[in-house]
């Protein structure tokens, strides 16, 4: 009797370790989510080291834990897993995506295409391949290799959310907002819960002169990461120029320097707010946190007083025709800003009218300009 007991009880015993592994496997598998990396790590960690581990999904392992460090924003170590994976086998893609992703938070373009072009070679039916490479060539300026990447990315997998985002993100900055509109929108239809889709699809309402629609989608993006900054800001600009909400305008850039005292332009904008709303000045008090020694810091001297708006205008020039045309369209909009502060409405269409016509579409300062000027006509 006691064989066939002895046999029962390794049966247990094994398929509480199989069922173990299992489990450890489906946790340690990366997929992306940050509040999920620490219990990720923890067990890929107990993949690697344990000795019953193979070869394969020890790899397997490293490179997932390679991804949650990347999540984490631990480079060196996401580096050092991937690095280790890779020896280990090379002919796994997911590693060299993963490492691909790590490069690019290194800043490291060249060695990131590498991984990613070896990806490709490995497996060349995979989406988050090209949705990768074609994120790189995004940002590198290259629209026709990135848009042909994307689409290719989408082909593979229609259902692949991230995909249709950067597809939607590069025709927004293509200056194609029907076509940006579309892919937003089905991002969010695939991924309820994307809130970057949400805040750029508000920008683009924005842009496209639907303020109430860009509130709705700046709001929804809060709720889904309440600690963005940059979504409390656009938010406060929406409501700053549709009108009747320069309470909330106010409150949203209040948030916006309370995550992030060192933004200039919160600053400026929480100023116009205030000023507007016939409140108390805060202007003096943020200056201490910024770098007054860089652009905007003209800009927010007019407002303190200790520039004319000459001078903000003389300090808005740079040898750099790209910066200077840039600077110059802020001092436009903000000096008709203060113009208009000032009750010199005429001054104010001039500036305003200099902003809209001048400023980059992708600029905040372009859409509302040519907010503000509606009234004044």
Known sequence: M???????ALSIFFGVYSANAESDADQCKFVGQIDKADEGIA???????????????????????????WAKKDADRALTDCNESIRANRNDA???????????SKSDADHALADFNEALR?????????????????????????????????????????AHFSRGDLYRRMGDLARAMTDMNDTIKLDPNYALAYFTRGRLSFMLGNGPAAVEDFTKAIKLDA????AYFTRGVAYYVI???TADAEADFRKTAELNPKDAYAALWRELAERRNNVPSHLAEA??????????????RLFLGELNPEQTFAAAF????????????????????????KKNKKEAQRLLKLAAGNCPPSFIESTAAVAELIPLK
């Open 122 to 162: 490995l497996d060349p039916k995979n989406a988050w391949a090209y949705a990768e490479r074609g994120n790189l060539y995004k940002n590198k300026g290259d629209a026709d290799h990135a848009l042909a990447d994307l689409n290719e990315s989408i082909r593979l997998d229609p259902a692949y959310a991230l």
């Open 43 to 69: 067990a890929c960690d107990l993949i690697v080291k344990n000795s019953k581990t193979s070869a394969q999904d020890r790899a397997a392992a490293l490179s997932n834990r390679c991804g949650w460090w």
């Open 243 to 245: 009108g009747g909400r």
């Open 318 to 341: 740079d040898t750099d025709p790209q910066i200077k045309a840039a600077q110059t369209c802020e001092a436009n909009f903000y000096s008709g800003e203060f113009a208009l502060l």
């Open 2 to 8: 006691r064989f066939p007991v002895l046999l029962a």
């Open 227 to 230: 600690d963005d900054a940059t």
């Open 94 to 104: 997911t590693a060299y995506l993963n490492r691909g992703n790590v490069y690019l």
């Open 287 to 300: 200056a201490k946190n910024l770098d007054m020694t860089v652009w905007p810091a003209p800009v927010i």
